[in-house]
């Protein structure tokens, strides 16, 4: 297993998308995060919702998510947003040398 973690987040709309994903690149919390357009359908206060939603994932490393998680909770419209973090179990070395590049370096 890797020390790599891919994060999801849905956010309602391409700007705020886009300033999530900047200000995750920019605090070097997130080597990569595309954004993807999505339908979502969900349980939300007693009715079944429906929205349009732009999908967050977010290329990290394990240690770097207890500060990952605060950034986008402080940045993100929804009461309850959605974070999920599921572990890289491999990849291609070339891939994953190049995000350990481009993250901050782990705490010694």
Same mark, same amino acid.
């Given at each position: 297993?890797?020390?790599?973690?891919?994060?999801?987040?849905?956010? @309602?709309?391409?700007?705020?998308?886009?300033? =999530?994903?900047?200000?995750? =690149?920019?605090?070097?919390?997130?080597?990569?995060?595309?954004?993807?357009?999505?339908?979502?359908?969900?349980?939300?206060?007693?009715?079944?919702?429906?929205?349009?939603?732009?999908?967050?994932?977010?290329?990290?490393?394990?240690?770097?998510? @207890?500060?990952?998680?605060?950034?986008?909770?402080?940045?993100?419209?929804?009461?309850?947003?959605?974070?999920?973090?599921?572990?890289?179990?491999?990849?291609?070395?070339?891939? =994953?040398?190049?995000?350990?590049?481009? =993250?901050?370096?782990?705490?010694?």
């Amino acid at each position: 297993m890797t020390p790599y973690i891919q994060v999801i987040t849905t956010l @309602p709309d391409r700007a705020s998308a886009e300033r =999530l994903a900047a200000s995750m =690149l920019e605090e070097r919390l997130a080597a990569c995060v595309q954004i993807s357009a999505c339908s979502s359908r969900y349980h939300w206060q007693g009715a079944i919702e429906q929205s349009e939603e732009q999908v967050c994932t977010i290329k990290s490393r394990r240690d770097l998510f @207890p500060e990952l998680n605060a950034a986008i909770r402080a940045q993100h419209p929804y009461q309850v947003p959605e974070i999920l973090a599921f572990a890289v179990e491999d990849g291609g070395q070339s891939y =994953l040398d190049w995000m350990a590049q481009e =993250l901050r370096p782990p705490k010694e």
